[in-house]
Nanobody, 115 residues
Framework: QVQLVESGGGLVQAGGSLKLACTAS????????MGWYRQAPGKQRELVAI???????NYADSVKGRFAISRDNTKNTVNLQMNSLKADDTAVYYC?????????WGQGTQVTVSS
């Protein structure tokens, strides 16, 4: 059973930065792409950023230019650097494969941005 553990969330003021980390219990090179997702209160979970096995990245329009996803295959981690945070970025952040695998969802990490 693959486990994905997210960390790095917290409370930050608008305009601040946070770096999230996702550690996998297996080699992430097993997957074509890894992604960060988020779910805000009362909203559906959405895909925020993806990084392919080859290192190509893609972002949701709402975070483009502010967030950066990266992967470290030697450590089986996927990171999300979040800059210029806004109140609308407040959500629980999850990592998973892209497309996601239902059984891989972890507990997520809470990000709260105060305005």
């Amino acid at each position: 059973q693959v486990q994905l553990v997210e960390s790095g969330g917290g409370l930050v003021q608008a305009g601040g930065s946070l770096k999230l980390a996702c550690t996998a219990s297996t080699s992430i090179t097993n997957f074509n792409a890894m992604g960060w997702y988020r779910q805000a209160p009362g909203k559906q979970r959405e895909l925020v950023a993806i990084v392919t096995r080859g290192g190509s990245t893609n972002y949701a329009d709402s975070v483009k230019g502010r967030f950066a996803i990266s992967r470290d295959n030697t450590k089986n981690t996927v990171n999300l650097q979040m800059n210029s945070l806004k109140a609308d970025d407040t959500a629980v952040y999850y990592c998973n494969t892209s497309p996601y695998i239902r059984n891989y969802w972890g507990q997520g990490t809470q990000v709260t941005v105060s305005s």
